[in-house]
Structure formats: structure tokens, C-alpha cells
């Protein structure tokens, strides 16, 4: 692989244990004994030309987003972890950058089909959930999710005009569409409540809600990936 490994032993260990988070009674779950443990593969943006666009994620804050994204899915038993992380050089940098500084001049299709061609990630490995970070989208949406032979999430470290603040909320919600949900047409706090709902539930992570029937099909989704557990 081109891409450079970055062996950061203390972000795996921190992630892999995850940070302790203390609950009340009530947020006990029928699943807290039989938690699925997922690995995500994280790939983050690194531009040639304008380096101020390059994803930078300190280890706190990949700590405390995992924490985050994990607290939402506690109800279901599944829990997120760093498994690796990656460099990525941007085959298309040129597009991607024109994409970024004249986005008025695209279509919201074809700004979509450049950041989905910026996150193209080759040889990728189907065993771990590959989440691509850019630290800022083409299109101006907080994540998005890659069906297909390469299923990835993409979700950018702040908004296409870079004002938003990062939001765990919509990375939870693409993992959702990873892990087979689709829109439900419950209230706001639901997590697979479609587009437009993430930043309402932006920092009540610890509210946010998962039907039964979404939570039987995440952890069959999710249970594939657990047997690699180190
Ligand atoms: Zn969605």
C-alpha cells in the first residue's frame, strides 16, 4: 500500500478500551453483556498543494468522537474502535480543490461525485468500516455513506464552508446506513431520522434513540466484522 501507516500505538490502545463514560440505571442495555466490537480504518485527506485542507484529527479528538458515536450506539451493544490510520494522497487533488473553491459553479451532483471520487480508496479492505475524512466536503452535507462492492462513510471534520463544528451525531448516523438502516420517519431524536434532522441532535448524544427493529439489524451487520477483535 502507498499509503502510510500510522502506527499510533497510544491512539489504539486509548480507542480500543474506550474512554469510561459512567451511566445511570436507566441506560442499561439487554446487550451490555454481549457487545459487538467494530473496527473502523480511518483514512484521512492529505493535499500536495494546499496542505490547510489536510485532515488533522489530535488523538483527544478522535478519542472523544469515538466516545461520542459510541455513546448513541450503546442501546444497541455495538461499540466503534480505531483500528488504523491512514494517510491519504487525493488521486484527483486538482478536482477536488477546484470543487471546494468554486462550488457554485457545480451541479450538487457533480460536487457529490467529486468528494465520492476523492474518497475513492483502492484495495480496500471489507473488513473493517473504512471511514474517509476530509476535513471539509465538496458538498455542503455533514456525511454521507458509500454503498456498493467499497462501502465507506465519509464525514468531514467541519462543514464545505468550514464554519460547523464537527458533529459525532451524523457520523453516527452514516454508521447507521453502513450497518444496513435506512430513513425512518420517527421523531427528531431518532438516529436514522433522514437528512437535514443530524445537527438537531447535535450534542445530545446521550438522548439520541434507535428503533428495536434498527438495533436486530445493525448487530447482524455489525457481528461480521467482530471475529477480527484482537
Ligand atoms: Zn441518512
Redesign the pocket.
Known amino acids: 500500500m502507498k499509503n502510510i501507516m500510522l502506527l499510533i500505538a497510544l491512539l489504539l490502545s486509548a480507542c480500543s478500551s474506550g474512554p469510561k463514560i459512567a451511566f445511570d440505571a436507566n441506560s442499561v442495555t439487554p446487550y451490555q453483556n454481549n457487545i459487538l466490537k467494530v473496527p473502523v480504518r480511518l483514512h484521512l485527506f492529505r493535499l500536495k498543494h494546499e496542505p490547510n485542507l489536510n485532515a488533522n484529527m489530535t488523538n483527544q479528538q478522535l478519542e472523544k468522537l469515538f466516545a461520542e458515536v459510541n455513546l448513541i450506539w450503546r442501546s444497541a451493544g455495538i461499540e466503534f474502535y480505531v483500528e488504523s490510520a491512514y494517510e491519504k494522497p487525493l488521486r484527483y487533488e486538482q478536482d477536488y480543490l477546484d470543487a471546494i473553491h468554486n462550488q457554485d459553479d457545480y451541479s450538487d451532483r457533480e460536487l457529490f461525485e467529486e468528494i465520492r471520487r476523492a474518497c475513492d480508496i483502492p484495495r480496500q479492505n471489507n473488513k473493517v468500516l473504512n471511514l474517509c475524512i476530509p476535513k471539509r466536503m465538496t458538498i455542503n452535507i455533514g456525511g454521507l455513506f458509500l454503498p456498493g462492492n467499497n462501502p465507506k462513510v465519509v464525514w468531514p471534520i467541519a462543514m464545505h464552508k468550514g464554519k460547523k463544528p464537527f458533529n459525532p451525531a451524523t457520523l453516527a ?2 454508521i447507521g ?1 453502513f450497518l444496513g438502516l435506512t ?1 425512518s420517519r420517527e421523531e427528531e431524536i431518532f438516529l436514522m431520522r ?2 437535514g434532522n443530524n445537527i438537531k441532535r447535535h450534542g445530545k448524544y446521550d438522548q439520541i434513540k434507535l428503533l428495536d427493529s434498527e438495533i436486530l439489524i445493525a448487530r447482524n451487520q455489525a457481528r461480521q466484522f467482530t471475529t477480527l477483535k484482537k
Open positions: 448516523h452514516e446506513h430513513h433522514g437528512r
